[in-house]
């Protein structure tokens, strides 16, 4: 065969899988645009779940390693946004914001440690698992109330839990790192140490991040295109020097963000809406998230991951029942505000990826408590949200963006 | 149907309505959260009005009635100390100005009452490009007639009310070259314009009687007229005005008008004849435009004069009418505005250059309003 020729079979690259992903996506979504009731992400989720390794097998783990940096792009521009949602000031004004954040988080975790203590798991365990469920899937909720249009005090009244229970899952799970037994992979750096350096290392990358944003901001001005790409650029450059530097992605763009909206005394960095260019990373995540999933997940140990499900949302529920009153939410605020905090984060957002790293063995236990959880939130967590902000009255059922 | 009857008032009692703008604290697009502010409003009000508007990112405060200026303005300021409380709770902000500036009207929801989903039915995209924002000044009349002369005679002086309110120079993201945009939009109503030259009350009655028969009008509700008798509360309502950037602006203005009609009524001008009505489309399009640096035509003298000058003519007129309303302090404001402080167009301009760009605008405004 002619050497100008390709080989055959044709070996497949990043580019080809990535388009292939989102054409993928694209058919996904619309398949779910056309009932009327899911969700987008439903359907992103779906077709992943369909080609991943669970079903069809045309995504192999392999494929899967080569578009994650998609996927982490996409975890970076929706946490970043996410933190442009935490306004402090907010907090200051309405007194009862910040309790019944810390509530919501509290009694979720009591419910879900409960829970799993009563399925015998061991303490350390259960409490890591409860803490990772404290976090709502900040994409999820974002996208949604981006596909539905929604806005108004329940859908901003989310969001702002979404951010506070993730620093608080985030900040939770490197406490309870020096707890973990340091397995294989573990440094000489004791586990204490290591979770100070993340901490305080993605603190500081996350404000350096900021403030080198807010320096060039200066000097580019104040029009959309430019501060588009400062923004992204400094997301983009933001991942990777918390992966380089083995930080918390999540927790350095969060900070980034909150910075963004509350440091910028001049405002100097606009308020940007990454619109159709960030959508493109959310298919592919979705889809990528959906081919993690597998059959079994949803088989006879699916129980306990819906009653954990099911105790999660009760936990936040009743918090955010309990506050309404002071907090001057409606009841019907209040139930539909608890519906969208349902899906959940879980692992694909980092949140537990210094469990990886200082004890593999722990996460590996860790993943298979939570797994099927996750996978059932999956499913039920964007429709959950879906409803949720379409009977809250501020998302538009037939709105397609 | 039975003849419209005029409800006796208390002559040159005052009252305004304004239309505020909800913007959420983020991108200062409008916000949809007229519904949480009435609800978390409900429990706490007292005097005056608090109510839900065409679409979903506007509320309307109506006052109670006034005698004094001062009574006026400390209620606007207790009112919008309040909404200002709840908007903080909620994180949203409130603000003035005729117009959001960068808002597009097709993502405006509109509020479901029955009116405002006939009204939305009836008017197609007029509706939603309705989301402007005004002030409406209601003045006592004593009589019937007295409203119809008063009617009349405020067309004179419609340039003057719109050049000193006005605050929507910027409209779907432009620059509009109007110190009022939101006028024009309000133009683009079929029963907009003004109240035809009837003699008095008896032929106004007919008038209506007319349309009515006609089918084309059901209630006083349905002129959008720039001033129009208001039976129901026995007054006369000036509906040219922007919403300005801040409430004492607002009570100004009323003031401004109590005193006008008191001079009005006292001098009994002989000017008043269907010429007004000539110029008046000429006069309300430069008072819009140009604000207080247009010019308009005098029908009495036929000679054309420049509005921010014929303010403080007639300002010269109505201080002792003030001294006797007790609200000299609000005329000086208004000298002012005429003699070269500006209208709150020019401070939305001269903020945007500052600035640079629209959503900061929106910021200032807001944090204008809510001091």
């Known amino acids: 065969m002619p050497d100008f020729l390709p080989t055959w079979p044709p070996v497949t690259n990043s580019f080809t899988l990535f388009g292939l992903l989102l054409l993928a996506g694209l058919i996904g979504g619309w398949i779910a645009a056309r009932t009327r009731v899911l969700p987008s992400i439903t359907g992103y989720i779906a077709i992943g779940f369909i080609l991943g390794p669970g079903v069809l097998g045309l995504l192999n783990e392999e494929a899967l390693r080569d578009t994650r940096i998609f996927a982490d792009i996409s975890l970076g521009l929706v946490v970043f946004e996410l933190g442009r949602r935490l306004d402090l000031q907010w907090a200051r004004h309405d007194r009862w914001l910040l309790p019944s954040g810390l509530a919501e988080s509290l009694l979720s975790f009591c419910a879900m440690f409960a829970l799993l203590r009563y399925f015998d798991i061991a303490p350390l365990e259960a409490a890591v698992a409860a803490t990772v469920g404290v976090a709502t899937a900040p994409a999820v909720v974002l996208l949604v109330a981006a596909e539905l249009k929604a806005e108004g005090p329940v859908t901003r009244r989310a969001l702002w839990h979404v951010a506070l229970n993730n620093i608080i899952a985030m900040l939770g799970v490197t406490l309870l790192l020096p707890f973990i037994e340091v397995g294989d992979a573990g440094s000489a750096w004791s586990p204490t140490g290591r979770a100070l350096w993340l901490v305080a290392g993605s603190f500081l990358l996350g404000y350096a991040a900021f403030w080198v944003a807010r320096l060039l901001a200066r000097f580019i001005g104040k029009s959309d295109a430019p501060q588009f790409i400062l923004v992204v650029g400094m997301i983009v450059l933001t991942v990777g020097v918390a992966q380089m530097g083995r930080l918390s992605v999540l927790l350095a763009l969060l900070v980034f963000g909150v910075a963004a909206r509350n440091f910028d005394p001049n405002h100097r960095l606009i308020d940007i809406r990454f619109g159709h260019a960030a959508r493109l990373f959310f298919v ?118 | 149907m039975a003849p419209l009857e005029f409800k006796h008032s208390e002559a040159l009692t005052i009252g305004v309505e304004l239309e505020l703008q909800l913007v959420n604290t983020s991108d200062f697009n409008l916000a949809p959260d007229a519904d949480d502010l009435l609800r978390r409003a409900a429990g706490d009000w007292h005097a005056g009005e608090l109510k839900p508007e065409l679409t979903q990112s506007m509320i309307e405060i109506n006052s109670g009635v006034h005698e004094r200026y001062e009574t006026l303005l400390a209620e606007l300021r207790t009112t919008r100390d309040r909404l200002a409380s709840h908007a903080r709770q909620m994180n949203v902000a409130i603000a003035g100005g005729g117009t959001h500036p960068f808002q597009k009207w097709r993502d405006r929801k509109i509020y479901p009452t029955e009116r405002f989903l006939t009204v939305s039915k009836k008017y197609g995209f007029l509706a939603k490009q309705f989301t402007v924002f005004g002030q409406h000044v209601h003045i006592g009349c004593a009589s019937a007639d007295d409203a119809i002369y008063l009617n009349h005679a405020l067309i004179r002086y419609l340039p003057h009310f719109i050049a000193l309110a006005a605050s929507s120079p910027f409209y779907q993201g432009v620059d509009t070259a109007f110190d ?77 008008a109590q005193a006008l009609s008191r001079w009005l009524w006292a001098e009994r001008v002989d000017w008043v004849n269907p010429e007004l009505y000539l110029v008046h489309s000429y006069n309300r399009f430069q008072a819009a435009r140009h604000g207080l640096a247009g010019t308009l035509v005098d029908h009495a003298t036929r000679t054309p004069i420049g509005i921010a000058e014929d303010i403080q003519h007639t300002l010269r007129e109505l201080f002792p009418h003030a001294v006797d309303l007790a609200s000299t302090n609000a005329l000086e404001a208004v000298l002012a505005i005429a003699r070269g402080e500006g209208n709150d167009a020019a401070w939305l301009r001269k903020t945007f250059a500052e600035k640079t760009t629209l959503p900061d605008v929106v910021r200032e405004q807001a944090a204008r309003w809510m001091q």
Not at chain 1, 299 to 322: C, D, E, H, M, Q
Not at chain 2, 192 to 209: C, E, L
Request: with cysteine; proline share 6%; hydrophobic share 50%.
């Open chain 1, 284 to 401: 592919v995540l979705f889809v990528l998230t959906g081919a993690t999933l597998r059959p079994e997940q949803f088989g006879p140990i699916a129980w306990i991951g819906l009653a954990l499900v099911l105790v999660r949302l009760l936990g936040k529920a009743f918090a955010l029942y309990l506050f309404a009153w002071p907090a001057r939410i409606s009841a019907q605020q209040a139930a539909t505000l608890s519906l969208a905090l349902t899906p959940m984060a879980g692992l694909a957002i980092g949140i537990t990826q210094p469990i990886y790293d200082v004890a593999p063995d722990f996460g590996a236990r860790l993943a298979a408590i939570v797994a099927s959880g996750i996978a059932i939130l999956h499913v039920i967590g964007p429709i959950a949200t879906r409803y949720a902000l379409v009977a809250s009255g501020e998302g538009e059922q037939d709105a397609r963006d």
């Open chain 2, 180 to 256: 009022s945009s939101r006028l024009s939009i309000v133009n683009t109503f079929p029963l907009a314009g003004t109240m035809p030259f009837v003699a008095d009350w008896r032929a106004f009655n007919q008038y209506f009687q007319t349309m009515y028969e006609f089918g084309i009008v059901k209630s006083m509700k349905d002129f959008y007229w720039d001033v129009r008798p208001k039976p129901e509360f026995g007054t006369v309502e000036i509906r040219v005005c922007d919403t300005p950037l801040t409430v004492d602006r607002a009570a100004q203005i009323a003031a401004y």
